[in-house]
T-cell receptor, first 119, second 112 residues
Framework: GAVVSQHPSRVICKSGTSVKIECRSL??????MFWYRQFPKQSLMLMAT?????????EQGVEKDKFLINHASLTLSTLTVTSAHPEDSSFYIC???????????????FGPGTRLTVL | DAKTTQPPSMDCAEGRAANLPCNHS???????VYWYRQIHSQGPQYIIH???NNETNEMASLIITEDRKSSTLILPHATLRDTAVYYC?????????????FGKGTMLLVSP
């Protein structure tokens, strides 16, 4: 299957600092990437959808000024958590959509996730 | 996208087949059935997807009923490493910007 990487896998930061998480599709080009967040014992919640070269679309309740998303190339998207607070501590997971031709179904592949802890 | 219903948990003995059911009675004609699994503290892993025909790959088989209102994911010989939360998701899969919406899934516990 296709490979999506994330970096870092784990980060601990102080309250008020900013944290950047990188997401890369290693063996395919992804015109669309997604960012999810998962709190303990809960399911994944979509935060935003980003298309290469355009602004991200955020889900209701997600602050776009706090969670900055940049999708600068077909293989790289970044999520920056600005002025992080303890309530932002969570498991952040990116996903990249691998498109197809000929009307066949596309597939989303997920990164391994980034565990963010804000002290 | 149509919603799905899955049992919250299932048990399976190692080496036996694990059959995970999913109901999607409101599925529309252009929606595919996708299965993912999430092992603890990892990102979801793609397993398989299908529209109306049964599908098989190296990981699992997907059986979709003729009316497409339900499906079953089959892990033919479950191992301890198959212990995970399994998500059944339906979505439009071509063109457009439809994404994956995760429910609570089924927690499959494979025991020795």
């Amino acid at each position: 299957g296709a490979v999506v990487s994330q970096h870092p896998s784990r980060v601990i930061c102080k309250s008020g600092t900013s944290v950047k998480i990188e997401c890369r599709s290693l063996d395919f080009q992804a015109t669309t990437m997604f960012w999810y967040r998962q709190f303990p014992k809960q399911s994944l919640m979509l935060m935003a959808t980003s298309n290469e070269g355009s602004k991200a679309t955020y889900e209701q309740g997600v602050e776009k000024d706090k969670f900055l998303i940049n999708h600068a190339s077909l293989t790289l998207s970044t999520l920056t958590v600005t002025s992080a607070h303890p309530e932002d501590s969570s498991f952040y997971i990116c996903s990249a959509r691998r498109g197809t031709s000929g009307g066949r179904a596309d597939t989303q592949y997920f990164g391994p996730g980034t565990r963010l802890t804000v002290l | 996208d149509a919603k799905t219903t899955q049992p919250p948990s299932m048990d399976c003995a190692e080496g036996r087949a694990a059959n995970l059911p999913c109901n999607h009675s409101t599925i529309s004609g252009n929606e595919y059935v996708y299965w993912y699994r999430q092992i603890h503290s990892q990102g979801p892993q793609y397993i398989i997807h299908g529209l109306k025909n049964n599908e098989t790959n190296e990981m699992a088989s997907l059986i979709i009923t003729e009316d497409r209102k339900s499906s079953t994911l089959i892990l033919p010989h479950a191992t301890l490493r198959d212990t995970a939360v399994y998500y059944c998701i339906v979505r439009v899969a071509t063109g457009g910007y439809s994404t994956l919406t995760f429910g609570k899934g089924t927690m499959l516990l494979v025991s020795p």
